[in-house]
């Protein structure tokens, strides 16, 4: 692959991956709506997905009619496609940098706080007077926990305000840092290193890539 593809396809990831890293090296978890999770992850993605299938599958015919501007019109498809799988995705919290255990006493405070009538079945909580219902999932490796609507009715300020709730909570909450942030913080800033060594030793082709990315039939 050309370095300007390379570039194209790592550097985003590589940005995200170190942003991950840095959050579960903090002392400090992090609390985030399921639609800003999945649209990082989007970006993080969109060079992989422009070096793959939007080039691979470029519309001859617009590319044709539009010329240079059909890159405008696939990066406004792409931003349709994942705004559309964001919101087909049920409501959903994730906390990043912390434990079940550890989560688990300030979410039982903000649901009461938020709704005196709410119920715990295990992993499952309901909140009647929020429209809330959601399961309790995590992800030990990477200690986030994912809070996911469950049920058809589900009211979106409900969230909003359990969202708030938990995050006044954890300000106070200061847990040890992730020992895996080090391996993808290591990994993203190697992969930053490596983009930025290949678009310094290799300007020219990276610019004639750039150039033959864009030189449309």
């Known amino acids: 692959m050309d370095p300007f593809r390379m570039a194209l396809a790592q550097g985003p990831l590589a940005v995200y991956l170190a942003v991950l890293g840095l959050i579960n090296l903090s002392r400090r978890p992090i609390v985030t709506t399921g639609a800003r999770d999945s649209a990082a992850l989007a970006i993080a993605l969109s060079g992989l ?8 599958f470029m519309p001859q015919a617009a590319a044709m009619q539009f010329g240079v501007y059909v890159w405008v019109l696939l990066a406004a498809f792409y931003v349709l496609v994942v705004t559309l799988w964001i919101l087909t995705q049920r409501p959903r919290l994730v906390i990043y940098n912390v434990s079940l255990d550890e989560l688990r006493p300030i979410l039982a405070e903000a649901v009461a706080r938020i709704d005196p009538d709410a119920r715990w079945a295990g992993n499952a909580v309901l909140l009647p007077n929020q429209q809330l219902e959601f399961h309790i999932e995590t992800f030990a490796w990477m200690r986030n926990v994912t809070l996911t609507a469950v049920g058809e009715v589900q009211s979106y ?11 006044a909570g954890l300000r106070e909450l200061e847990v040890r840092p992730n020992p895996h942030g080090a391996g993808m913080l290591l990994l993203g800033l190697l992969m930053v290193a490596g983009v930025l060594w290949r678009v310094a030793t290799e300007a020219q082709q990276v610019a004639e890539a750039f150039r033959d990315m864009l030189r449309l039939p």
């Open 49 to 56: 997905i422009t070096v793959g299938p939007i080039e691979l």
């Open 157 to 167: 300020r409900g969230w909003r305000n359990l969202e708030a709730a938990l995050a």
